[in-house]
């Protein structure tokens, strides 16, 4: 029987009458001799050593040592999808943690007795697990959004302060601190000088007798003593505690320690007194909280339990299989045996597939091709699917539940009980058919050995039809050729085989559904040597009918293996037709881009030639300007203001242009022999300004509201051509004694604001003024730090600070700027 948690029929985890948290024990099998055979048979304990391994603690390990097969389908659900969840987060990196904990459930049954007390060891082991449990429950809420029923698992703890006054009582070896109780650190203190006053006088004493050597003051019957030789003429006199073994020396109390002796063992009396009193004082504290601790006690070994479960999920690379109740389809995806997961040498998986209209799966082939291994790995995956344990199976697996399991493998031959292999093996055939069901699983090796082989094929046949009738889903494997017949013969019967290579004579271990196998027996007697004549003879007496149908396997064989190889080869075919697939995917999207890139660049130069030609066209609007004022007469001034209107003109349809192949386009990088005085243009902080001036280093001077800022020419973007009137550069902001700057952050990111920071410094500095005032709030003070961090970092601001709590205090920054 399993200790874990089971669901209610509502899914809810439900609480076993005293158990007092979410797991209970599982629901037993039908109870049944047969069954413990059958695990047994299939080494099922051996496997759950294998996860046990991953436990964290002994108390984990045991309780994946005590799980069995149960029919509970609920339950099983719930189990396998709480392994699911720790695997699943164990696979994306996130280690969860099992805390393993001492074996404390002798002292917390012992709370339930009134008037009974905990010694020192036990009471550290109850302190260790509350300092466990309090992992564990932190471990299950930081993992509850992703693995919920893990979550389910943990437990009310006692208050913290018990915890606390444990760690000052015991320590972890279980001995009782001095910080316990003050009167049990002063009756320690008054142990140690009494001791030290006894200790005194008796070596006084011994160095005052005569060849007294090396001797010193020992303990007898719990009382210090000095060693004196019976021969001793100054003998002091007291008690004789003892004597040495060749009675040459006597172990005595002087009378005159006596009264010391008396007091050390008053002051160790206090003390035990004392050490009692905290004891029971500790063990009164803990009573009331005897089903808390339980509780604790239980979620760390249910965690250490589920913990080493997902681990051995992931190790065995497995899948939560889907359970159903039998009678149920039987699906196996990936399959391995355990054991041999376990071991060095790689395992070759198997697919099986037995819907519910095929019960009977008969496996045939030659020895040492894994027929057996097959059976009992099937056998494995349900039984440790039942146990709440995932077997290592793929996704898409599907088990039935069985409430019985049968197994007659190997030779039951036993001389104490006067049988026989062939009698051991009929005596299991009866038990068989004698409880078998729809939800039971057989498993036989060799069905109908042991005997003659037409009797033991016609008792095999009538066997595996009876079983098959009862819809029982049977496993068996087989020499016998007419065996191979039944299929044909009788519905929900199929056969199965395993791979051998016919020209190395050696397993494939391949599993192949539909086809029974060759025994290969004379092909191998060949191969070791066997006399041709003696093959010959035996080839010429194997029957017609079985020649026949080996050939026919054998052609079966061969052909299969041809449709595996074209198979593979189309396989690898539509490999590299999707690699040519997707390399002309990629060619096309390379086409599409230089395509793109090309069209760019056109509209690119398109625009370039247009901005020239509206800077040829300033640049005429400037010559007419020169010529309007240098007219003498009318005629030239009535011929200058018409040139005047056809360069204006000229520069609004350019500026047009420009407009749209922008608005059409990417954004056009922008050089400084493109940017002329007076330009509109957007500055990277998302402002528009006018450019004030060009400077001959690239950089630009433009004016944003009433800011100046120096930036770089690729940090703008034109947002407007000239109008079709005459534009003058734009008057710069007064400046003088009187002037004030000031700018409003708030409502600005901080990238934002650090950028309208950066633009009002250098505006600032331009227009020489002495200070400047920020406003950007309080707020969550993001924006508050940015702009510090880009003060402080700006040696053109002499200081900076909050302005006075009247005009705005931590909501304003005053920059005192350097002359």
Known sequence: MIVGTVPSPDGVPTETVGTPFASRPAPPMLPSEAVADALGTVEFAAVLELVAAHAAGPLGAA???????????????????????????????????????????????????????????????????????????????????????????????????????????????????????????????????????????????????????????????????????????????????????????????????????????????????????????????????????????????????????????????????????????????????????????????????????????????????????????????????????????????????????????????????????????????????????????????????????????????????????????????????????????????????????????????????????????????????????????????????????DALLAAVETRERELTAQSEALAARAIDADALAARLAAQDEEQTRREAELRRREKDAERRAREQARAFLLEARQTVEEALGAAKGAADEAAAREARRVVEEGIRREGVAIEAAVAEGEPVAVTVDRILPGQRVRVSAGSAGDVLEVRTDGRLVVRVGAMRMVVDANAVTPVAAAPPRERSVPAEPPAGPDARMEIDLRGMTGDEAEMATLAAVDAAVLAEYPMLRIIHGMGTGVVRERVRRVLGADRRVRSFDFAARNQGGTGVTIAELAG
């Open 63 to 549: 309780r994946i040592r005590s799980r069995a097969p149960t029919a509970d389908v609920e339950w099983i659900r719930h189990e396998l999808a709480l392994a699911g969840e720790i695997a699943a987060l164990l696979r994306r990196g996130d280690e969860v943690v099992a805390e393993p904990v001492r074996d404390v459930a002798a002292a917390l049954a012992r709370l339930r007795i009134e008037g009974s007390v905990l010694d020192a060891a036990e009471l550290a082991g109850i302190g260790h697990l509350l300092v466990a449990a309090r992992r564990v429950r932190e471990e299950l809420r930081r993992v509850a959004d992703l693995a919920p029923r893990a979550a389910a698992l943990a437990a009310e703890l006692p208050p913290r302060g018990i915890e606390r006054r444990l760690e000052l009582s015991v320590d972890d070896d279980g001995n009782v601190l001095d910080t316990a109780s003050p009167a049990l650190a002063a009756a320690r203190r008054e142990v140690q000088t009494a001791r030290q006053r006894l200790l005194r006088k008796l070596d006084g004493i011994l160095r005052g007798l005569e060849s007294s050597g090396e001797a010193s003051v020992t303990v007898r019957n719990g009382r210090y003593v000095i060693p004196v030789r019976r021969d001793q003429r100054n003998r002091p006199g007291g008690i004789i505690h003892d004597e040495s073994g060749s009675q040459g020396t006597l172990f005595i109390e002087p009378s005159e320690a006596v009264d010391s002796g008396n007091a050390l063992r008053e002051a160790e009396v206090a003390e035990e007194r004392e050490t009692l009193r905290v004891l029971r004082e500790l063990t009164d504290l803990l009573r009331p909280e005897r089903t808390a601790l339980r509780g604790a006690f239980e979620m760390c070994v249910a965690v250490d339990d589920a913990v080493a479960r997902g681990r051995y999920m992931v190790a065995a690379h497995g899948e939560v299989p889907d359970v159903a109740a039998a009678p149920a389809a039987l699906v196996v995806r990936n399959g391995r045996h355990p054991l041999l997961l376990a071991g060095a040498e790689p395992v070759v998986p198997f697919d099986l597939d037995l819907p519910t209209g095929e019960r009977t799966l008969l496996v045939s082939g030659p020895n040492t091709g894994g027929k057996t291994v097959l059976l009992k790995a099937v056998a494995l995956a349900a039984a440790l699917a039942q146990s709440g344990i995932v077997p290592p199976v793929g996704a898409g697996s599907a088990l039935p539940v069985f409430t019985r399991f049968f197994a007659d493998i190997g030779d039951r031959q036993s001389i104490a009980a006067s049988l026989s292999t062939f009698s051991a093996h009929v005596g299991m055939l009866g038990r068989i058919l004698a409880d078998a069901d729809d939800a039971t699983l057989v498993l036989l090796d060799e069905v109908g050995s042991g005997t003659d082989p037409a009797e033991g094929a016609a008792l095999a046949a009538a066997v595996l039809v009876s079983l098959t009738a009862r819809g029982t889903v049977t496993l068996a494997t087989t020499h016998l050729g007419s065996l191979k017949t039944i299929a044909a013969k009788v519905a929900g019967v199929v056969n199965a085989s395993l791979q051998f290579d016919a020209a190395t004579l050696t397993p494939t271990y391949r599993f192949l559904k539909g086809v029974p196998g060759r025994s290969y027996g004379l092909a191998i007697a060949r191969r070791l040597g066997l006399p041709a004549a003696v093959i010959a003879e035996a080839e010429q007496r194997v029957p017609e009918a079985e020649r026949n149908l």
